[in-house]
Structures are given as structure tokens and as C-alpha cells.
């Protein structure tokens, strides 16, 4: 906001609506330092330390040997990897699908609300009903998959590491796409339909339209989307949670830190788990704010 | 819980208001005219054994104590999980803890459940199963009242295979050779489950994965001869298609719809297979644990659940007698009655309840009990499983040919565990 904003050109009126917007803003400023500033502390306090909940007389402090256990492990890189595939993955599949739905959203002509709204329910179903639902899909004793044509009756879809993927991958896509659908027709609406016209008068094709018109003014709403489902894709846990456990080599770092801090209870390693999880968000969010230059409240009067 | 206690509470209220005096006697943990309520955690039981032994065991109390079970999910793991995550906050809402056989080293360590002593202690251990009174200890300290234990036994199809094999190469041998139904059940999913038959492979083979807290023992030539047994199985003709992510379900599943020849399994697989797969039923035969090495008997594996009183609780004195009652004889024979679990104590293995819960094989489960290996106490616990189930999941990665490396692999991982070093 300040770097778009010269301060030589600031007028009073402006800096009037900031200190306005800083006044608006100030209670959930300060909700959200209670809420999320202290356990991250905290996280990064414990990370630091020998903490295991099982053997609570040999607490001792650490320094920075958890990070470096953590660091050091194959499993830890492992992981990255695991998460990072099935990050650009997903995104990748719910962009290109996410875009064809909302140019159908966009331009369709009767029943709006209803294609919009049955769009939505697959995000509106909890993550582990869906993931429970597409596992037994899956299944070989319960699911109809392996009665489709072309497809192996005793395909064991969860005994493989790239087929787990798959599923995991096919669930995510389902589950999310529709929120990046919504997040990029929310950009899509934003384009003048003159702009379009014009084209058409000077014989622009549809292809044209779409990559000289839609994508260019389309960039904010598109990276925002990128951004959120990035920043979500990451953290994956439900899914892969119900359906393999993380076995097969398809654990997600999420799975990791569970299983340091829930099943072994050991606090110290989990949290430096947890905060290293925390550092690569804040990076990928870096990189799309700086690099790309997602610019989150482009569109805004005066921004 | 909550809703009642505050029901009670404004009932109280108003009944103090309409009574000039107040003198109403309302139940509370903290009044002393009143029965004294305890809260049971324990993992739910599909039969009503729970509610049966907790409402029996109120009533006997005579206005001492009232028990209100509190249910926990079926999954082992996400038990523990509701568990530790009270008994880590310090929550005195719970009085008795079901705790699986597993558990009781960590609990302890972490001072979350409180030593047995005197007579109750001699009392809830009377005719127990030695190897099972192990499984409630913990440094020479009993932690908790043995309740139920379970085993597993290998079932078989009467029809298609005469006498039962007695040792795993020659199961896997007789299974790779049937024309139909050639394949074992077992559980080698990544979970507690394949920890157990891991367990009980090393056991029989006759080394242990720990022979104290934090002494990693598994001798190589035993350990790699039940690494063996587990290479053979799953990268043989005798492998369930989905091996890797079997539990004792999809095991029961598999046998019920008459694809496997054999399954190492619960005691619940029988009663299942009579109501859910009567064909199947009919003709189905058990015998012990197969051996992994032919001269040493087997040592099958051993689970259950043993009761013990939280260090958080409000009430622990009539919490050790609520226990011990949940735990006693009568308790144990409503177990096996309506849920089908195995007595811990040996006594009770010639009584009517065991024997028609068990048609012929109540001896035979009793045999395996005693002879179980059950799997290693310790504080560290969660890691060394952790250890052992990433170390050897899928099941498919050990080369029969050559166990070397993953022995290698599966030592160091447990090495490190019982230090706690590493993440897992």
C-alpha cells in the first residue's frame, strides 16, 4: 500500500481514511495478536527446548538442535518434496479448471444462480467426509472404481505411491476448484464488456480476447487465487490423513508435525516442525507478494 | 456431562429457594452425602459390555459411587489421542482410564495414572494371566487393573485344507499352492496393527524388539528370519491384493467372502463369520499362531484393555474400588458374554460364559494367552512402533532373498527411538 502510494502526494484527505481504516482495523489487529502472535511465540519458545509431555522431569533447553535434527533428516526433505508436488500439482489442475468454470459461470445465460450455487457444494462438504467418500470410491472391496472399463478389478489404488497421489490429488482438485472458481470470477465480473466489444469490432478472436483482455486484467484476481490455494495446498493434512496415513511415502509435512507432536508428544521437535512449516508459508507468500507482485488490494479506489 | 451437572445444579437452586432450610441433598463430586460421581474413559464396545459392568458395579456400590462411561472412538490410536491430550492438561474430569496394554509405560512415565498398592493391588491380580499382569506394570509397579486381554489365533477353511499348518513357510507354501482361496489375511497396514504382527513374528522367532525400556534387542538371526517370513508372504502368490493396507477388518472382510484360505486374527473373527458369512462359519477351523522357526513354539500376540485411576482425578479412593470392581470376575464374564472378549483371568476359562463364547477353542485361547509375546513396555513407546512401521512399510520392500540391509535399517530406527532422537 505505502510503496503505490507517494508520500509527497498524500493528501489530507487520504491520510484522514487511513487513520479511519487503522481505527476500523485496530480490534481485529489486536483479536488477532491474542490469537495467533502467542501460540506462535510459544511454538517458537518450545522449539527450542527438550519438551516431551512422556517424560516431563527431563525438560532442558535445546537451542537450535531440534531445528538442526529436523534439518538433517531425510524424512523432513522427503516430505517437502511429498508437499510441494501435490502443492503445484493441484493448483496447477484447480487454475485450469477453476478458469473454465467461472467463464461458464460468467456467461451463462439462464439458471445463474443455480449453475453458481451447485458449483459450490463440493466445497461446502467437510474435507474428511469428502476424502472418506473418495476412498471408499477407491477402495478395491467397496468402491465402484475397479468396476469401470478399462480399469483393473484388483487395482489396489492405496498400495502404490503414485497411485495414492492420484487419489489424493483427484480429492483435493474436486474439494477446492470451486473456490478458486469463485475467487477468479470475482475478477472476471471486474472486466468492462466494452473492452470485449471493441475487439470484436476489430475482428480479435475468441482465443484473442481471452489472452490479450481476460488474462492481462485478470492478473490481480488470478494470483490472489493462486495465492490462497497455495498457502492452503501446503498445509494439506485431512485427506492424505484419511486415506493413507501418510504411508507409502505420502506424507505431507503437516503429517510430520502430527506425528512428533501428537503421537510421540514430543513438543520440543514438533513445534520446530511446526514453526519450519510456518517459515515455508510465509516464503511462498513472499515470493507471490514481491516476486509476482500479487498486489492484494489492486482494484481499490485510491490503492 | 456438562448439561446435566448444570441441570442438577439449577434444579438445586430452585429446590434450595422453594426449601427454606436449603437442606437438599445434591449429588456432587464434592459432596460427601451423595453417591460421588466417576467418570470413565474407556473405548467403546459395540455389545453394551460398558454401560452393563458400569451400571452393575453404581449399584453395587450401594450410593457410594456412580460411574457415567464417557466413549472413546475404536481406532487405538485415536483413543490415545482423546486421552493424552486430557491427561496432558492436567484434567480431573476423568476418574478411570481403559488402557490399552500398550499405553501403560508411557502413562506411567509421565505420572498420568496411579500405582496399585495393598490388598485391591493382590485383589484385581488374583488368577490374572502372568504376561498380562506385565502388560499393566511398569518398573515393578502395577499401574492398573487387568480387565480384558485378547489374542489371536490363525483361522483356517476346513475345506479346503485338511490339518492346519504349524509353521508359516509351510502356510505360505500349502497357500501358494491351493486353486482357489490361496491367500493369507493379516494386518499390514501402516498402524498399531502390523506393529502387533511384527511383534509377534520377531516373539516367536525367539529374539524381542526391547528387552528392557531402552535395551534394543532383536538378535539378527532371529529377527531376519521373521523378516523373512514377512518378505515371503508379501512378495509371494500367497499376498491379499491389498496387503499393505489390510486391518483386521478388510482381513475379516477378505476371509468372510471366502478369498483367503487362512487369517491371523482376533477372536471376534469367529463370531463374525457365524452371523455374517455362515458358510464360511461352518467350516471354519482355528489352531495357534503359526511358528516362524519350526523348533520353537509360537509366541502369538497379545492385546486388551487394563483399567486404571487418573493422578488428576478428584476421587482416586473410590476410583481404585470402582475399578476393581469394573475389573472384577463377574465383570470380565459380562465382557466375554455380550462383546466376546477374552477374561485376563485363567480361572474363568472353564466357566459356561468362556465356553459357549468360545465353541471348542476356549482352551486354545487360553494356551496362546499364556504363551503370548506381547509387545515392549516402555515410556517411548509410540516411537519404537513409529520406528518398526516406517522401517518396514509396504510390507513388499523386504527382499526374502536378502533381509540384511532392512534388518540394518530396522535396528538403527528402533535404536534411535528408545532414545527418542530423530524424527519419525
Redesign the interface.
Known sequence: MEASTPPAKTSSRTRSERKLAWMLCAPAVVAMLLVTAYPIAYAVVLSLQNV?????DENSFAGLSNYV??LT?S??WTDIFNTVFLMVTTVAIELVLGMAIALVMHRAIFGRGVVRTSVLIPYGIITVVAAFAWQFAF???TGFVNNLPLISD?M?W??GRFSSFAVIIMAEVWKTTPFMALLLLAGLVTIDDQLYEAARVDGASAWQRFTRITLPLMKPAILVALLFRTLDAFRVFDTIFIM?????ETESVSI?GY??L?????LG?GSA?SVLIFLCVFLIAFVFVRGFGAKLDEGRPGG | MKTGGTIRALICLAAAALTATGLVACGGSSDESGPRELTFFVAIQPGGTIEEVSKRCSEESEGKYTITPEFLPTDA?QQR?QL?RRL?AEDSSIDIVGMDVIWTG?FA???WVEPWTGALKNQVTEKVFPNVIETASFEKKLYAAPFNTNTQLLWYRKDLVKKPPKTWDEMIEVAEGLKEAGSIQVQA???EGYMVFVNALIESAGTEILSGPEEVDLEQGPTEKALQVIGKLANGGAAP?????SDED?AR??FEAGESAFMTNYTFAYGSAQEEAPDIGKVMGFARFPRVDASKPSKPPLGGFNLAVSSYSENKDVAFEAAACLANDTSQKTAVELDGLPPSRSDLYTDKAVTEAYPGFAGLVKESIEASGPRPTT??Y??VT?AVQRAL??PDKIDPEDTESIYDELKSNVEDAVK?????
Not at chain 1, 501428537?262 to 514430543?266: A, D, E, Q
Not at chain 2, 527418542?420 to 519419525?424: A, K, N, S, V, Y
Open positions: 516431551d509431555l512422556r517424560f516431563p535434527t529436523v533428516s524424512l523432513w477402495a478395491p472391496e484388483e489396489d492405496f498400495g493413507t496415513r501418510g504411508a507409502l510430520l506425528n512428533q501428537i503421537s510421540r508428544l514430543n521437535l516442525v | 490410536s489421542e493424552v496432558g508411557e512415565n509421565a505420572g497396514n501402516r498402524y491384493p491389498s496387503l499393505s493396507t478388510t472382510l477378505g515410556p517411548a509410540q516411537d513409529l512399510h509396504p527418542r532422537e530423530g524424527l519419525l
